[in-house]
Nanobody, 120 residues
Framework: QVQLVESGGGLVQPGGFLRLSCLVS????????SGWFRQAPGKQREMVAI???????NYADCVKGRFTISRDNARNTGYLQMNSLKPEDTAVYYC??????????????WGQGTQVTVSS
């Protein structure tokens, strides 16, 4: 059974920081790309950051320079360090793991989400 369990969300003031964690079980995490997505009320889910199995990273423009994605394959855990948080970062944050075959088929898994609220 594959599980992705996020933790680290909460309420923080503008300018503050949080570190999200995603503990993965049931798959060989090291071969999967790992990512963080978020969904604010009334909006579509959007990509925040992705780290490949080879540790290349990609960020949404709105978080570049503020957020850092990383992974620890030995601990089967992905991380999202979020600094200089803004009210517009408020959303439910979801962890994602994806493995794509060369023929286009893919295995993809999601966590249950963790709420991040940035407010004074």
């Amino acid at each position: 059974q594959v599980q992705l369990v996020e933790s680290g969300g909460g309420l923080v003031q503008p300018g503050g920081f949080l570190r999200l964690s995603c503990l993965v079980s049931g798959i060989t995490f090291s071969i999967y790309n790992s990512g963080w997505f978020r969904q604010a009320p009334g909006k579509q889910r959007e990509m925040v950051a992705i780290i490949t199995s080879g540790s290349s990273t990609n960020y949404a423009d709105c978080v570049k320079g503020r957020f850092t994605i990383s992974r620890d394959n030995a601990r089967n855990t992905g991380y999202l360090q979020m600094n200089s948080l803004k009210p517009e970062d408020t959303a439910v944050y979801y962890c994602n793991a994806r493995f794509a075959f060369s023929n286009g088929e893919a295995y993809e898994y999601w966590g249950q989400g963790t709420q991040v609220t940035v407010s004074s």
